[in-house]
Nanobody, 126 residues
């Protein structure tokens, strides 16, 4: 069974850091494009970071560039999202998603991803 499971969400103060994990089962992440998305209350889901399937190029949304880092551990079949300098505006449910093939930065567009995790809540508040 193809599955993604996120973990690592929680409550953090502004300026703090969190690391989210996305563990894959039933397929090998190295062969797929993998992305992180988030959805804040009342807003549309936003692609924030991804690794393409063709050449492992990494893409970031402007809203997180320089603060968030996506990485992949092939041995653990897990993708991470390191989030630093968190702001209240980063409060959202965070999802990871995968698809067998993307080109360019399309891995940031949710309509191209077809395997989704259940999400993990990140709350940035003092």
């Amino acid at each position: 069974q193809v599955q993604l499971v996120e973990s690592g969400g929680g409550l953090v103060q502004p300026g703090g850091s969190l690391r989210l994990s996305c563990a894959a089962s039933g397929f090998t992440l190295d062969d797929y494009a993998i992305g992180w998305f988030r959805q804040a209350p009342g807003q549309e889901r936003e692609g924030i970071a991804c690794i393409s399937s063709t050449d492992a190029t990494i893409y970031y949304a402007d809203s997180v560039l320089g603060r968030f880092t996506i990485s992949r551990d092939s041995a653990k079949n897990t993708v991470y999202l390191q989030m630093d300098s968190l702001e209240p505006e980063d409060t959202a449910v965070y999802y990871c998603a995968a698809v067998s093939y993307t080109f360019g930065s399309t891995c940031l567009r949710e309509e191209y991803l077809d395997v989704w995790g259940q999400g993990t809540l990140v709350t940035v508040s003092s």
